[in-house]
């Protein structure tokens, strides 16, 4: 039964079925299944749902789709959920840079990095750097995500990340960057220790990061 109803969420998020999963997580929750068995098929999906955006099969209208799926899902599992014991594989304060207001690829990054496991801080959109920081260490941050699609930002990009670095605590934190003004040169030049060229290469960046912490 555990392994068919995970297979079920499974299924329905790589048809991307936004209603059936909604219908069907409202009935789970209603038969008492586990909030957290809901949660792994529906990660396991948005799992094969990035393999197959990294390998062209679905496209980026489908990765935000699934996001969208996911943010629904988990709007009807945050009341039973808080209530459950959960071990985050760490957490994440993320952010698009001040004077940029673009928050898709941040949004589908947010959905993706939960389903993985992480715990996520979302500031919003058009956050000085300060704000950042305070939030960042506020939260007890591991990584902090930084998203700049504008070119007329960077100044603003270079300032968050020099604002982590210059601050004592702020120095433990990892800094992983994404958006189209970056790249992997442009992300160590600032200071930065990752670089993701989308949501799905987030998620692995972030695990590689956390990875390093626990070394």
């Known amino acids: 039964m555990v392994i068919e109803q995970e297979s079920l969420f499974h299924d329905l998020m790589v048809k991307l079925d936004m209603e059936m999963v909604k219908e069907e997580t409202k009935k ?12 792994d098929g529906l ?8 393999n197959k955006f990294a390998q062209g099969e679905f496209f980026l209208s489908e990765l935000i789709w699934a996001g969208e ?37 941040k949004n589908i990054a947010i959905s993706m990095l939960r389903s993985a496991g992480f715990d996520v801080i ?10 950042i920081l305070e939030k960042a260490l506020e939260n007890k941050a591991d990584i902090v995500a930084l998203s700049a699609l504008l070119s007329i930002v960077q100044p603003y990009l270079e300032d968050a990340v020099r604002t982590m670095r210059s601050s004592n605590s702020g120095k433990k934190l990892k800094i992983l960057l994404g958006g189209r003004i970056v790249d992997d040169e442009k992300a160590r030049e600032m200071g930065a220790d990752a670089y993701a060229k989308d949501a799905w290469d ?7 990061l956390m990875s390093k912490k626990t070394e």
Do not use: C, F, N, W
């Open 28 to 39: 789970a929750l209603e038969a008492e299944v586990s909030p957290q068995l809901i949660i």
């Open 43 to 50: 990660s396991s999906g948005m799992e094969d749902v990035g």
């Open 69 to 105: 799926i996911m943010k629904e899902a988990m709007a009807l599992l945050e009341p039973h959920y808080k209530a459950v014991d959960r071990d985050y594989v760490g957490k994440v304060v993320i952010a698009t840079v001040e004077g940029d207001l673009h928050d898709i690829g």
């Open 122 to 131: 979302d500031l919003g959109v058009d956050v000085p750097a300060e704000r």
């Open 202 to 208: 987030g998620v692995a960046k972030a695990k590689t």
